[in-house]
């Protein structure tokens, strides 16, 4: 049973940094890309950032690149999303989650998941203006 649990969320203000942490279990960890996604209210679950089974690849949605990082510790089980120069716009519930990739949809770059359908309890990050 594949579990995942999301961390290091909260409320910052406008600029600030954040760093989430995501621990799974009950899968190959080191065999999957991992993800981050998330969801603003009201609106749909979108990814965020994707990084390869190795570490050796990153991807972003335009939106965040160049201020999120995402990482891994594969002995850890462990992915993590470094969040700086925060905006209010980031507002939104994180989740992690496996099997991601980059892709181009209608000409914009979107981070999509290929399988699973499981969902952690996610962490909340709040940026006041």
């Known amino acids: 049973q594949v579990q995942v649990v999301e961390s290091g969320g909260g409320l910052v203000q406008a600029g600030g940094s954040l760093r989430l942490s995501c621990t799974a279990s009950?899968?190959?960890?080191?065999?999957?890309?991992m993800g981050w996604f998330r969801q603003a209210p009201g609106k749909e679950r979108e990814g965020v950032a994707c990084?390869?089974?190795?570490?050796?690849?990153?991807y972003y949605i335009d939106s965040v690149r160049g201020r999120f990082r995402i990482s891994r510790d594969n002995a850890k089980n462990t992915v993590y999303l470094q969040m700086n120069s925060l905006k209010p716009e980031d507002t939104a519930m994180y989740y992690c989650?496996?099997?991601?990739?980059?892709?181009?949809?209608?000409?914009?770059?979107?981070?999509?998941?290929?399988?699973?359908?499981?969902w952690g309890q996610g962490t909340m990050v709040t940026v006041s203006s």
């Open positions: 989650a496996a099997a991601c990739r980059a892709a181009v949809l209608g000409g914009v770059n979107r981070i999509v998941r290929d399988s699973g359908n499981y």
């Open positions: 990084i390869s089974w190795h570490g050796e690849s990153q």
């Open positions: 009950g899968l190959t960890f080191d065999d999957l890309a």
